[in-house]
C-alpha cells in the first residue's frame, strides 16, 4: 500500500501547486473520566499516509526543496508504551512510511515555519482540535504580518477536506479489494442473523451474533452503531438501544455494516421475525424493493447523482398513493414533499473510509455532478409508518394496520465503466427469500 498512498500524495500535491497542506491526526477521545475510546485515524490523514497513530502532523509542500512530505510523530517512549502501547517513532516512521523527513512533534513549533512561509495558500480543514486549529491561524496570521518584507507567503487558507473530496470520490483498486473484504463478512452476519431471528429472542442478541462475526472474520469491528430494530422500533431511522424482545408478526430491520482495514460496508435488510409476512407488511415491502429496484437502475456512469433518489422517490409516492395512504399528485406532493411523512430521508451516500464518504454533489450552478467509474454509492429508500402517525392537512387517514411498520433495503453498488455492479448481492431480498 505504501506505494498507493505515495501516488495519493502527488496527485494532492500536483493539486495544490506552490501551496502547503496541513493535515492533523485524529486525537485520542475519552470515553469518560481517564478511560480513552479505541483510536481511529482521522480519514483524510489515513488516506494519505496510512499512518494510524494519534498526535501526528502531515504535511505536503511540493515548493519545498527538499522535503515535500514531512510528518510530526510521537517519539520513542518506553516508560508510555509500557501503558499505551508502542510507537512507531521518528526513525522508523521515515522508512515505513516513506517522509523526506520526519520531526518529534515536540518540534512542530520550531519546525513547521519553513514549510509554509513561502507557500502561496495554505490548505488545512478546522476539525475538532481547537488548540491546533488556533496554532495554525496564529502561524498564518505571523506570516501574513511579515509578508511586505519577505513578498512571499499565504495570502489565503483553504479547506483541505474540499480538495481531499475530489480524490477520494473515486476508489482505486486496492480500495475497492478492502470494501469488498467489508462487504463480504458484513454479508455472512447478515445471512447469519436472518436464520436465528425467532420471536422471543432480543435484538440485541442478534447484535452481539453480528458483531462476534465481524471480529472473527478480521473486521476492526462495526463500522457504525449496528440497527436492529424489531417491530415498531424499524421506524426510528437511527435505532441503536437494541434492547426489545422479538414476538411474532414482528419484522426486523437490521441496518449493519462492518469496517475493515477502515473500509467500510453498509447493509440493511427487513425481514419477518419466525413467520410470514403480514398483508401489509408484504405490501410495503415489495414497494420497497421496486424503489430500490429503480433507483440501482438509475446508479450509471454518466448519470447525475440525485437521479436515483429521485427514482425511488416517484416509485414510492406513486405506490402510496395507489394503497390510498397519500392522496394527489405524484409531482405535486414530491413538490410539496409530502412524502416524506413516510420517505423522509436520501436514498444513498458515497461509502469508503467513511460510511458518509467524501464527494461533493453539486457543481457552482446547483447541477448534480454524475457518476465516474470507481463511485461507490449505498442504495437505501424505505417506508416507515410511526404507530404515532398524524395525517397532514388534505390527507387521508391511515388505518391501523399499517401503523408501526418500517421497511429499508439497501445495497453498496460500484460504478463501472459500462454500469454498476452491486457488491452486496450475496445477502438475499427477494420477498420468497426473505419468507424463506
Known sequence: MQSEYRQRRQAVMEAIGGGTAIF???????????????????????YLTGFNEPEAVAVLAPHHDEHQFVLFVRPKDLEKEIWSGYRVGVEAAKARYGADEVYSITELDEKLTQYVERAERLYYHFGCDRSFNDKIVALWQRLIATYPKRGAGPVAIEDAKLLLQTFRRVKSPAELARIRRAVAITAKAHNHARAIAQPGRYEYEIQAEMEHIFRLEGAIGPAYPSIVASGANACIL???ENNRQMQAEDLLLIDAG???????????RTFPVGSQFTPEQRTLYELVLEAQLQAIEAVQPGRPFNEF??????????????????????DQLIEEKKHKAFFMHG????????????????????????????NVVTVEPGIYISPHYEPAEGQPAINSRWLGI???????????????????????????????
Open 309 to 330: 433518489h429521485d427514482a425511488a422517490t416517484r416509485t414510492i409516492t406513486a405506490g402510496l398513493i395507489e394503497l390510498g395512504l397519500l392522496a394527489g399528485e405524484v
Open 258 to 268: 462492518c469496517a475493515y482495514d477502515y473500509y467500510n460496508a453498509d447493509i440493511t
Open 238 to 240: 437511527h435505532y441503536i
Open 24 to 46: 492533523r491526526s485524529a486525537p485520542m477521545a475519552v470515553m469518560h473520566n481517564d478511560v480513552e475510546h479505541p483510536f481511529r485515524q482521522e480519514s483524510d490523514f489515513f
Open 406 to 436: 418500517g421497511v429499508r433495503i439497501e445495497d453498496d453498488v460500484l460504478v463501472t465503466e459500462s454500469g454498476h455492479e452491486v457488491l452486496t448481492a450475496a445477502v438475499p431480498k427477494t420477498l420468497a427469500a426473505m419468507e424463506a
Open 347 to 374: 436514498t444513498g451516500h458515497f461509502l469508503g473510509l467513511d460510511v458518509h464518504d467524501s464527494g461533493i454533489l453539486r457543481n457552482p450552478d446547483k447541477t448534480w455532478r454524475p457518476f465516474t467509474a470507481g
